[in-house]
């Protein structure tokens, strides 16, 4: 289940903002009556990194509770990463301090960037904020510049929310 086909990466390049919408109600499901944090933490990341073409990475960093203004790493897909993010440091860090969806499409000339993996060249990074409480990041990487949108950024915007709706946080 859940496995990408050249129909849907075609579906995609055509219209990204209902393929979106498809893989909101896809991950509705998938993630189900189940709220624990971890579960569907790596749900979520599993199931972008399998629906979505060229990623190297995908998952979430939490806000450290024993360490505050800073991020932990959280469930992810790809190679190893940073464990500690300081926040104001790198895409995620800005996008922890600053509440605001980062996208950045050459990550190179992104003052302050964190290189985990030599080969992420863009990314979208979209904080998790509940009540005003940054919980976490949701990161997603590419091997390639230029590989995300403004509606690839609005279509993670919306998987955050469906991720954050059905989980219980701490
Ligand atoms: N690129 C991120 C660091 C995290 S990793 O890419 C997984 C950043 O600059 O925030």
């Known amino acids: ?23 909101a109600l896809q991950l509705e499901s998938l993630l189900g009556e189940d709220s624990n944090m971890v579960t569907n933490m790596a749900q979520t990341s599993a199931f972008i990194f399998q629906m979505l073409p060229d990623l190297n990475w995908a998952g979430f960093y939490l806000a450290n509770p024993e360490k505050s ?71 997603i990487d590419s091997p390639k510049k230029e590989r995300f949108d403004t509606e690839d950024a609005a279509g993670f915007e919306l998987l955050a929310d469906v991720f954050l709706k059905s989980s219980s946080l701490i």
Do not use: W
Request: with cysteine; hydrophobic share 35%.
């Open 1 to 23: 289940m859940f496995e990408l086909d050249p129909s849907q990466i075609e579906e995609y390049s055509r219209n990204k903002p209902e393929y979106y919408r498809q893989l």
């Open 69 to 139: 203004n800073s991020l932990i790493l959280g469930p992810y897909q790809g190679k190893v990463a940073c464990v500690h993010i300081p926040f104001g440091r790198g895409v995620c860090g800005t996008a922890a301090q600053i509440q605001e969806t980062q996208l950045v499409e050459d990550v190179e000339q992104f003052e302050g960037h964190i290189a985990c993996d030599a080969a992420s060249q863009s990314e979208v990074v979209v904080p998790l904020v509940v009540d005003g409480e940054l919980k976490g990041v949701l990161d």
